[in-house]
């Protein structure tokens, strides 16, 4: 009998610590996670080809996130995945992923952790999209 007692104090105990753990992931990642910021704002976006031309967009938008202000001026494009949208074309310009061949995105200066559907944008931001090749 005893050893049941143990068991469902024992269930009890991992159920607590899992519900605590939730908390504190949940207050950590909206703590740290960008927040959108509405109104009119300014974006630069640079776009780097594979053929090392660039090319400069500066961008007037009241999008609260990256794509929607990409989009605006038909600059991306790519496949719908459950993640966001997987970048293909950028500029016109399409990667072959059978040459490892991929646009990495910057937000003034640092790689995007996020996808452009939940990356929010800020006046003044810069964001960079380099094509690049390799894994």
Known sequence: MSTKKNNKKAVVIVGIAL??????FVVVYTQ????????????TVSII???ETERTETITTDAEY?????EEKELVSGTESDMGLYVL?????TVDEANQEWWNFTQ????LTTGIDTTPIAD????EIAFTVGW
């Open 19 to 24: 519900a605590v753990l939730a908390a504190v």
């Open 108 to 111: 003034n200066g640092e790689t």
């Open 66 to 70: 990256l794509r929607e202000a990409l």
């Open 124 to 127: 003044g931001d810069r964001f």
């Open 89 to 93: 074309t950028v500029d016109g310009e």
């Open 49 to 51: 080809h594979a053929d």
């Open 32 to 43: 740290f996670i960008g927040r959108p910021v509405g109104g009119t704002k300014e974006i």
